[in-house]
């Protein structure tokens, strides 16, 4: 008999390079970018990478920091690796080993550390604001820049903050802006605006360029229509122990469930310390297969640091070492994020992170 104690993080890289296939297609003839910051969103860039570079002739990468870009520089050696954060201090070295490294300019501050470090990489991307008021230079800081400054970049950038609400109206104050913008100083360079949310907003929010990173993933970031893309994140974790609950009696910490009749539960192997929320707690669910049908269970009880009891009542079959499937095909990390008051990317991140996973990918 096989027994396992740790959950399982399973991560399709078939349906990630098909997710990024059509991606591509839709947002041509833009070129596509793969977004790879923080570790490919959690999911191995040491896997996602070459998996992209070699099968999906990509030849473009984002990254949040320089020490991203440092270590997937030589799985793609070709290719072109922009750093969101910039460059500084504490980045130098890196820009200067790596010419692979573009930085992502975001403020007059880090243009003049830039230029005074004898420009690592020759040209660098400028970051505007047009409207999410994050990173960027505004309008006043650009009309600061002479035609010689201009001519130290090689393209322009900017980030929508509603790509995801198709109709909500600074989708197009901020192409209106950014459009605006580019005419007036950087009308000879590529543009990139939208990540993978403006993808599906129309052929100007794709501009020259379109970065791609939660869609790829499986994330539906067009939540006002049918999620087009396929999952590649499966979450599922052993149940340790069965156990008879009488009616009057309470689970877990804080008692904050009571049985209300004779109940059955399950305690799986996984929990708060393995990036599932605690706001799931009596909210979320689980799945079981059970002679090739998916039986739904829910949570009851705090989420606790290493287990969730689950009420498998009514999941007739249910054994010890089986698992329970918190996100798959049938409830992805979209419909758990949900039911948690969180976003999906959160819960990716968190969990592709965790060393406590047993980790598989699926590839041909």
């Not at 690796?81 to 200067?96: A, K, M, P, R, T």
């Not at 900017?158 to 100083?185: I, P, T, V, W």
Request: hydrophobic share 40%; glycine share 8%.
């Amino acid at each position: 008999m096989t027994v396992l104690t740790r959950p399982i993080l399973e991560i399709n890289l078939n349906h990630l390079l098909a997710n990024y296939r059509l991606l591509t297609q839709i947002a041509a003839p833009a070129v596509p970018a793969a977004v790879i910051k923080d570790d490919s969103y959690g999911l191995g860039a040491a896997e996602v990478v070459p998996l992209l570079y070699n099968q999906g002739s990509c030849r473009h990468f984002f990254v949040a920091h320089a020490i991203e870009g440092e270590r997937i520089a030589a799985l793609a050696p070709q290719a072109e690796i922009y750093v969101l954060q910039g460059i500084g201090q504490d980045s130098l070295e890196i820009f200067n080993s790596i010419p692979q490294l573009t930085p992502v300019i975001s403020d007059p501050q880090m243009y003049d550390f830039w230029k005074a470090n004898g420009k690592p990489a020759g040209k660098a991307v400028i970051h505007i604001e047009t409207g999410l008021n994050r990173l960027g230079f505004r309008e006043y800081e650009l009309q600061q820049l002479n035609s010689e400054n201009l001519q130290d970049f090689c393209m322009v950038m900017s980030h929508l903050a509603c790509g995801d609400e198709k109709e909500h109206f600074m989708n197009r104050h901020q192409l209106e802006n950014f459009e605006a913008l580019k005419n007036l100083y950087f009308a000879d360079i590529p543009g990139s605006l939208s990540a993978s949310d403006g993808v599906f907003l129309g052929d100007k929010f794709r501009q020259n360029m379109v970065r791609l990173g939660a869609a790829m993933y499986g994330i539906n970031t067009a939540p006002y229509r049918a999620n087009q893309m396929q999952n590649v994140v499966t979450i599922k974790a052993p149940v340790l122990q069965i156990e008879p609950l009488s009616r009057g009696e309470f689970v877990g910490y804080s008692c904050t469930y009571r049985a209300s009749s004779e109940r059955k539960i399950a305690i799986v192997s996984i929990g708060y310390g393995d990036g599932i929320p605690r706001s799931l707690s009596n909210i979320g669910k689980v799945f079981f297969k059970i002679r090739g049908k998916l039986a739904e269970c829910r949570i009851i009880g705090r989420v606790s640091m290493d287990n969730i009891i689950c009420d498998v009542s009514d999941a007739d079959g249910v054994e010890i070492g089986d698992f329970a499937y918190l996100a798959d095909d049938f409830y992805t990390l979209d419909d758990m994020a949900r039911d948690a008051g969180t976003i999906s990317y959160e819960i990716m991140s968190r969990v592709g992170k965790n060393t406590r996973y047993l980790r598989q990918y699926i590839r041909d």
